[in-house]
């Protein structure tokens, strides 16, 4: 199993950008894949983007932010970092990695077995 710790949210204007990162401990990270959800007052914890386990060469993204958003993964870090650009208000939210040990990326919160404990993301409009 692994531990997931975020690092990296904060408070930013419209258009500006954040990384957060996602930081694991434990077994071996690369048999892992990994997506980021996000979680905003109110609503369901929804997938934004996810990539694949090894060398993370295959990545999914929801439509609302293909174009501004990178995932990366290094696994000599044991890190995956989520490279947020031209931020919207809508961005706003609590932001959480998760990890299951298969290949396949998943947007099914409930396909996650190992969470981290978010990290807040605002952006100001």
């Known amino acids: 199993q692994v531990q997931l710790v975020e690092s990296g949210g904060g408070l930013v204007q419209t258009g500006g950008s954040l990384r957060v990162s996602c930081a694991a401990s434990g077994d071996t990270f690369s048999s892992y894949s990994v997506g980021w959800f996000r979680q905003a007052p109110g609503k369901e914890r929804e997938f934004v983007v996810g990539?694949?386990?090894?060398?993370?060469?295959?990545?999914e993204y929801i439509d609302s932010v293909k174009g501004r958003f990178t995932i990366s993964r290094d696994n000599s870090k044991n890190t995956v970092d989520l490279q947020m650009n031209k931020l919207k208000p809508e961005d706003t939210a609590v932001y959480y990695c998760?990890?299951?040990?298969?290949?396949?990326?998943?947007?099914?919160?409930?396909?996650?077995?190992?969470w981290g404990q978010g990290t807040q993301v605002s952006v100001s409009s």
């Open positions: 998760a990890a299951r040990r298969t290949f396949w990326i998943s947007r099914d919160s409930l396909d996650y077995a190992y």
């Open positions: 990539i694949s386990w090894g060398g993370g060469t295959t990545t």
